[in-house]
């Protein structure tokens, strides 16, 4: 795992800094990454959206659709990722 995806899980880390980790992981395109954070319960909802629109910015509508069809994501998270696919 990438030092900025390690940033962006720890539950000692500002808000700040896990915006800025979720841009750092947009900006190397690591996708799967981002739908792991999309995935996890444990983060709130606020970056879970953040990271879900890095995954459109990067272009990626395949696994845009993949979070779409997994039932385990969130309802609203699901219909935005259909949104953005």
């Not at 808000?15 to 841009?23: K, L, M, N, P, V």
């Not at 444990?42 to 979070?67: K, M, Q, T, W, Y």
């Amino acid at each position: 795992m990438s030092k900025s995806f390690q940033t962006a899980v720890k539950k000692n880390v500002s808000h700040t800094r896990r915006h800025e980790a979720i841009d750092s992981l947009v900006r190397s395109n690591e996708t799967t990454n981002l739908a792991i954070l999309v995935r996890m319960g444990g983060l709130r909802g606020e970056f879970r959206r953040h990271a879900l629109n890095g995954i459109a910015d990067c272009n990626a509508p395949s696994v845009l659709e993949e979070i779409a069809d997994d039932t385990s994501v969130d309802s609203s998270l699901r219909q935005r990722a259909t949104q953005l696919a």
